[in-house]
């Protein structure tokens, strides 16, 4: 099994109250795709409640090997989700480990 996770961090906007709708529509794009891709065992999304830190959004994902990840993050429904943040996402980081 391989566990996927990735933080996502967004630039300044002009309102918090923009930035949480980018968020929020980011959320719910990616929880739809456990629905969609066969491939993606379980999802979990989290906005960040603590504004001391620097990243904003955290998924975490379980695929049953890389081949179903590349499958996933392939996916046109994935990379839709995928190009709501892409002009607000300042920074990504990932780890994928097998357990």
Do not use: W
Not at 82 to 99: L, M, N, Q
């Amino acid at each position: 099994m391989i566990r996927h996770i990735v933080l996502f961090k967004l630039k300044r906007m002009e309102s918090s109250k923009a930035k949480m709708e980018i968020m929020q529509r980011f959320k719910s794009a990616l929880e739809a795709l456990k629905d969609i891709i066969p491939e993606l065992k379980s999802i979990e999304v989290g906005i960040n409640v603590n504004s001391a830190e620097d990243y904003d959004v955290a998924l975490v994902t379980v695929f049953d090997n890389m081949h179903d990840l590349s499958v996933y993050a392939n996916h046109p429904e994935h990379l839709a989700a995928a190009a709501i943040i892409k002009d607000v996402k300042e920074g990504r980081a990932c780890v994928d480990y097998e357990f």
